[in-house]
């Protein structure tokens, strides 16, 4: 046997080998799609003896009785999986958070692109019983964190799973700013911003300002400039591991941000230092055994079929 028939083999007994006892279930409140999910699923756990978490926000709109209500942490602290429904966008906030836990994450599709939500509402038992069975895979995707320095000391911090973007506080507006990987200056820019992207995200926002898809077994970052002004600048791919730093130029008058996957904003001042790097923290997301990232870029993006 080859090596890498031997790894192939010993990865396989892993994810047989995985037991889920407690299951955590986070969706969007009040939403009637993602409730009658939630209902279906209950139903379905508790009748199999799984002991199961509902996050609290969305509990609450819920008739079901004697349910176990937790906060996000705390689901991400006891269960063994958690089962996400919504679109992507909520799929992304609860990763943020379960990011920090050893915790395996699952997605059923109730939004519209779904690149991070593996499993349709309308046939969910039969792939959701093979997945609790042990007949999965998983993958782990790195995070980035992006830090904001004000005369040396950091001023604030929070993790992306997409995407951390500089630009300006109104639509259209051009800012100027340095770019450092790793120390050594790579170039000055004049655009409406910079977009920082994970595998994970180059199939978001990224993408839609004309970035690569970067496939998500890659540790790469790609660095795509919002409406340069410059004919010659290009989006460009660097390491996963390396440091980000954007200098803010002194001759900024508006006021920046920096965008965390859309949602979370951190303030930023003329003069200040971004830095953008991977977290320690990654997330671990669980497909079931015929998940194929390339069918799914087909399906969602309309790609052409097999000729033959």
């Known amino acids: 046997m080859t090596q890498h028939s031997k790894n192939k083999n010993d990865k396989a007994q892993n994810y047989k080998a995985q037991s889920y006892k407690t299951i955590g279930l986070i969706g ?53 999986l958690a089962i996400v429904i919504g679109g992507d966008g909520y799929m992304l906030g609860a990763a943020r958070v379960l990011s920090c836990f050893d915790i ?34 998983s993958e782990q995707r790195f995070i980035i964190e992006a830090e904001v320095y004000r005369h040396g000391k950091l001023k604030s911090s929070n993790c992306a799973v997409n995407e ?34 994970t595998p994970t995200g180059s199939t978001a926002y990224s993408m839609s300002a004309g970035g690569p898809i970067l496939t998500p077994n890659l540790n790469a970052l790609s660095l795509v400039p919002m409406f340069p002004h410059t004919l010659t600048s290009r989006p460009i791919v660097v390491d996963g591991d390396s ?19 859309g949602h979370v904003i951190l303030a930023v001042m003329p003069g200040d230092e971004v ?14 055994l015929d998940h194929n990232y390339f069918k799914v870029l087909r399906s969602k993006l309309s790609w052409g079929n097999k000729l033959y």
């Open 28 to 80: 969007k409140p009040n939403h009637q799609g993602t409730n009658t999910t939630l209902n279906v699923l209950h139903d379905y756990l508790i009748n199999n003896q799984y002991n199961v978490l509902i996050e609290s926000p969305v509990a609450s709109s819920l008739t079901i009785d004697n349910i176990n209500i937790c906060s996000l942490t705390e689901i991400g602290k006891q269960a063994d």
């Open 104 to 137: 395996g994450v699952i997605g059923v599709n109730r939004g519209n692109l779904g690149f991070l939500t593996d499993l349709s509402p309308d046939e969910l038992i039969e792939p959701l019983a093979k997945i609790l069975a042990g007949e999965s895979r």
């Open 164 to 197: 951390a973007v500089l630009h300006a506080g109104k639509v259209a507006s051009m800012i100027e700013f340095e770019v450092y990987i790793d120390g050594s200056f790579m170039f000055s820019l004049r655009s409406d911003g910079l977009i920082v992207s």
């Open 243 to 261: 440091e980000i730093k954007l200098v803010l130029a002194n001759e900024n008058q508006e006021s920046l941000q920096v965008s965390c996957d």
């Open 275 to 288: 830095i953008i790097k991977k977290s320690p923290s990654a997330i671990r997301l669980v497909h079931p």
